[in-house]
């Protein structure tokens, strides 16, 4: 029977939809796999230890006293984004080339674990070293030298302190994916820091006690630094470790990950739909032939045992291919992600291999069986009888059988119980309400056109579609989900981009200053209204750590969401201001009242808000070096978060900030004809730290755009998916087409009849494919925008006449090869063929 099939063709379809599932699913599988595996060989590498304490505030001793007293190596780093100056030698020092660069300043002995590799010739590759910079020197990367036009040798400044290049900086593989470490590294002794004049109040430093010696020591030190942290309710203090890798890599891989595989879900779930198509013309281009072999004296068990068995054969060989092709697809992915990922992978395990044989299987048993075991009851009178159809009822249970098991299939390969369910949640919605629609405007066609003088073509094309209601559903629904899939991938890659850009404004700032002192804020301020800059407004900002919310002590563990511990866990930006912020409106509550001056307030972020279960008339307590600041919450802003200005989550009044120590900040747009005003204020202002948006967007975009070439990849096997749904929906009624063509001819129609009978039929399901499908994409599209990408996103109607048109095209080109090999041929051979 299945070299009978494979050479008649019968299977094909079938194995193609097998393949793409497969091979979409496990080509993320084994990337993740592999780096899964690759972050816990490397874990140590990773963080440059094996136990690291990192904080906000410089580390209190006791941590590294008891490291020593333990017997274990330690190093000490300190990290913060800075600007690298040029020294410029008998030129004019305003026009210096500056550059925000991440500056890591290290200990000897420094990385503990894990390779950092130098050279002293940019052109060469690096070697592992064990130095550190001597004092007065710094080590860079390539970037840094080839976008401040340097060279070894050459001269540094850091704040107000004087470096020389010495070597440059290849591999450093504790350096993260956070957020400034896209900038170009420069590292800098730790004993050379304090003479920079760069940490001061406000400065945003991250400090790291490295620890690193025998397993069973560092063991005991991680326990009781965990229990020191813990006893202690220190905050903005934590640990990493082997079994946490680092954090930072592990969120924007995981990330990654999770985009992906919704990517692969995607095209997973149409080609279960192709699938369950494909099955279906399967059964029924064997319904006579199950029928002959009940009439041969076959048993229902033996038939059905039969086609298992051939079933089984296909599924697994398609498998094995979709896993072949998804091993070599991982390959383009990993491509894709390269700067993601800079360590070397080992080899994935067998586990990737094994669920995509078994996810094969899984879609073949729910989609693929059911007809099968309908067509196993087919009675042996259709032998004499063709009018004897394949009892129905008997499939539902078994298609709801395979729907759970698809639907788990699901949560495991999203590895994401929320994104799993919500995945296949949809998946169902989509499909009952398209069933729904489908129905219903077929309905409301034929209501609509009945009676009224058509041509008779269109006529017998409606009573046609009536009287194959439940097949012109199920052929409609099919089309839809393959249309909208295609329609969707539009939408993302143009619509939904352009959308994201055009949310920011032309005129947005494209700078922010910050590590203003208040003694520089009058001649900065004045600098930017000389040079034209009306919008460099500066507002204070003062950094507290939210400890109490009404006489309640926060704790970071009594939150569930991520976000909320991350937020409570570091220390706040504050603000404070007698004047409401443009941006800003207040949706609850009301503004500081300016006839109670020395009234304590805050304002607070309609977000953060809710996100921390923070209510009107909540008493916020924050700890602001050491000084207790606490005030009720007056009112709830709503900011616009996509202009790129200054925005605070919690506003105080000024009299809650009275000597409070503080440092300002300021946001504005620098026209590219005034590119020199950077250089300018970092040599007034050494201290300061000018951050170029357009740079760090840059950089950031890179980023996206590898995860953006990896999605579309995986794209391409839910465009096949796609184009195999409305291959295997327009083929599904083409036995039945051609009967009815067959048998029109031999009452006597004429082939132009015929001919405008099927096109009419074929534009009529088309078309409501596509309304339907553009209406789906419409809405998930709308929905990616406002809850996903957080954007405003403005509809694109062509999207409806576009995807009406695409149905009636694609049933068109899909219908039309079986027609004229109807028209060309005799009907008797047709009704004999039928």
């Known amino acids: 029977?299945?070299?009978?099939?494979?050479?008649?063709?019968?299977?094909?379809?079938?194995?193609?939809?097998?393949?793409?599932?497969?091979?979409?699913?496990?080509?993320?599988?084994?990337?993740?796999?592999?780096?899964?595996?690759?972050?816990?060989?490397?874990?140590?590498?990773?963080?440059?230890?094996?136990?690291?304490?990192?904080?906000?505030?410089?580390?209190?001793?006791?941590?590294?006293?008891?490291?020593?007293?333990?017997?274990?190596?330690?190093?000490?780093?300190?990290?913060?984004?800075?600007?690298?100056?040029?020294?410029?030698?008998?030129?004019?020092?305003?026009?210096?080339?500056?550059?925000?660069?991440?500056?890591?300043?290290?200990?000897?002995?420094?990385?503990?674990?894990?390779?950092?590799?130098?050279?002293?010739?940019?052109?060469?590759?690096?070697?592992?070293?064990?130095?550190?910079?001597?004092?007065?020197?710094?080590?860079?990367?390539?970037?840094?030298?080839?976008?401040?036009?340097?060279?070894?040798?050459?001269?540094?400044?850091?704040?107000?302190?004087?470096?020389?290049?010495?070597?440059?900086?290849?591999?450093?593989?504790?350096?993260?994916?956070?957020?400034?470490?896209?900038?170009?590294?420069?590292?800098?002794?730790?004993?050379?820091?304090?003479?920079?004049?760069?940490?001061?109040?406000?400065?945003?430093?991250?400090?790291?006690?490295?620890?690193?010696?025998?397993?069973?020591?560092?063991?005991?030190?991680?326990?009781?630094?965990?229990?020191?942290?813990?006893?202690?309710?220190?905050?903005?203090?934590?640990?990493?470790?082997?079994?946490?890798?680092?954090?930072?890599?592990?969120?924007?891989?995981?990330?990654?990950?999770?985009?992906?595989?919704?990517?692969?879900?995607?095209?997973?779930?149409?080609?279960?739909?192709?699938?369950?198509?494909?099955?279906?013309?399967?059964?029924?281009?064997?319904?006579?032939?199950?029928?002959?072999?009940?009439?041969?004296?076959?048993?229902?068990?033996?038939?059905?045992?039969?086609?298992?068995?051939?079933?089984?054969?296909?599924?697994?060989?398609?498998?094995?291919?979709?896993?072949?092709?998804?091993?070599?697809?991982?390959?383009?992915?990993?491509?894709?992600?390269?700067?993601?990922?800079?360590?070397?992978?080992?080899?994935?395990?067998?586990?990737?291999?094994?669920?995509?044989?078994?996810?094969?299987?899984?879609?073949?048993?729910?989609?693929?069986?059911?007809p099968l075991l309908a067509l196993t009851r087919v009675a042996p009178l259709r032998v004499l009888r063709r009018d004897v159809g394949v009892p129905p009822v008997s499939a539902w249970l078994a298609y709801g059988l395979g729907l759970g098991a698809f639907t788990g299939l699901l949560l495991v390969a999203a590895r994401d119980l929320k994104m799993g369910a919500l995945t296949a949640g949809g998946f169902l919605a989509a499909m009952l309400i398209f069933a729904v629609l489908a129905a219903v405007l077929l309905t409301v066609l034929g209501r609509v056109l009945r009676g009224r003088r058509i041509p008779l073509g269109w006529r017998f094309a409606l009573a046609v579609v009536e009287r194959r209601r439940g097949i012109t559903v199920l052929q409609t629904v099919a089309l839809a989900i393959g249309l909208m899939a295609l329609l969707l991938l539009g939408i993302t890659r143009h619509d939904l981009v352009n959308a994201w850009r055009s949310a920011t404004p032309a005129d947005a700032p494209n700078r922010f200053i910050i590590n203003i002192q208040p003694d520089q804020r009058a001649p900065l301020q004045a600098a930017l209204q000389n040079a034209g800059l009306r919008d460099g407004i500066l507002f204070p900002m003062i950094r507290g750590r939210l400890t109490h919310i009404n006489d309640k002590a926060v704790d970071p563990d009594a939150y569930q969401e991520d976000r909320a511990r991350r937020l409570v866990d570091r220390e706040f930006n504050l603000s404070y201001g007698a004047e409401l912020p443009a941006q800003n409106s207040i949706i609850a509550g009301r503004w500081f009242a300016a006839d109670v001056p020395n009234v304590r307030e805050a304002s607070m972020e309609e977000g953060i808000a809710t996100t921390l279960g923070v209510k009107l008339g909540d008493r916020l307590r924050f700890d602001i070096a050491g000084q207790m600041v606490e005030a009720p919450v007056t009112s709830l802003r709503k900011l616009d978060w996509s202009s790129m200005r200054v925005n605070f989550f919690v506003i105080f009044s000024p009299a809650a900030m009275q000597n409070m120590p503080e440092t300002w900040i300021t946001a504005f747009h620098l026209p590219p004809a005034q590119a020199a005003l950077d250089n300018s204020l970092i040599h007034d202002y050494p201290n300061i730290t000018i951050v170029n948006t357009e740079l760090i967007l840059r950089q950031v975009q890179a980023i996206l755009d590898q995860v953006i070439a990896a999605v579309e990849f995986l794209f391409l096997f839910t465009l096949a998916a796609g184009i195999v749904v409305l291959y295997a929906a327009l083929s599904g009624a083409r036995d039945e087409r051609r009967r009815d063509a067959g048998l029109l001819r031999a009452l006597g129609a004429s082939g132009a009849l015929v001919r405008q009978i099927q096109v009419a039929e074929f534009l009529i399901v088309g078309g409501l494919a596509g309304l339907m499908a553009g209406s789906g994409a419409l809405t998930i599209g709308w929905a990616l925008a406002n809850f996903v990408f957080e954007f405003p996103y403005h509809f694109n109607l062509w999207i409806l006449p576009a995807g009406i048109a695409a149905g009636m095209l694609c049933a068109f080109a899909g219908g039309w090869p079986g027609l004229r090999e109807v028209l060309r041929q005799p009907a008797l051979a047709t009704l004999r063929e039928g």
């Open 1 to 370: 029977m299945a070299r009978r099939d494979w050479r008649a063709g019968e299977l094909n379809l079938l194995l193609f939809a097998i393949v793409l599932a497969v091979a979409a699913l496990t080509s993320v599988s084994f990337l993740s796999d592999r780096m899964r595996l690759g972050l816990e060989r490397d874990a140590r590498n990773l963080i440059g230890a094996d136990v690291v304490i990192v904080a906000d505030t410089p580390l209190d001793a006791a941590f590294a006293e008891r490291a020593r007293a333990d017997g274990l190596q330690l190093a000490r780093t300190a990290a913060f984004p800075s600007m690298a100056t040029v020294e410029q030698h008998g030129g004019n020092r305003d026009d210096a080339p500056a550059r925000l660069a991440s500056l890591k300043a290290v200990e000897p002995g420094y990385p503990l674990r894990g390779t950092l590799e130098t050279t002293t010739d940019p052109a060469t590759d690096g070697a592992p070293t064990r130095d550190t910079p001597a004092p007065g020197t710094v080590w860079v990367d390539r970037a840094l030298l080839s976008t401040l036009n340097l060279k070894i040798g050459d001269a540094l400044l850091l704040g107000t302190q004087r470096f020389t290049i010495d070597r440059v900086i290849t591999r450093e593989d504790d350096r993260g994916t956070g957020f400034m470490n896209f900038a170009p590294r420069v590292m800098l002794p730790m004993a050379d820091l304090p003479a920079t004049g760069l940490i001061g109040y406000g400065s945003r430093v991250t400090y790291r006690l490295l620890v690193a010696g025998e397993t069973a020591a560092v063991a005991r030190y991680r326990a009781w630094a965990e229990g020191e942290i813990d006893a202690r309710k220190l905050r903005g203090v934590r640990l990493e470790s082997l079994e946490s890798g680092q954090p930072q890599l592990r969120q924007t891989l995981d990330r990654a990950e999770r985009f992906l595989s919704l990517v692969a879900l995607l095209a997973a779930m149409i080609a279960a739909v192709a699938i369950a198509m494909a099955a279906r013309r399967y059964m029924q281009r064997h319904t006579d032939a199950c029928a002959i072999y009940k009439c041969l004296g076959l048993r229902r068990r033996d038939i059905l045992l039969g086609f298992a068995v051939e079933f089984l054969l296909v599924g697994l060989g398609a498998a094995l291919l979709g896993v072949a092709l998804g091993y070599a697809s991982h390959y383009v992915l990993l491509l894709s992600l390269g700067d993601l990922m800079k360590i070397s992978l080992p080899q994935p395990s067998l586990w990737p291999a094994l669920s995509g044989l078994a996810s094969g299987l899984v879609l073949l048993a729910g989609f693929a069986m059911p």
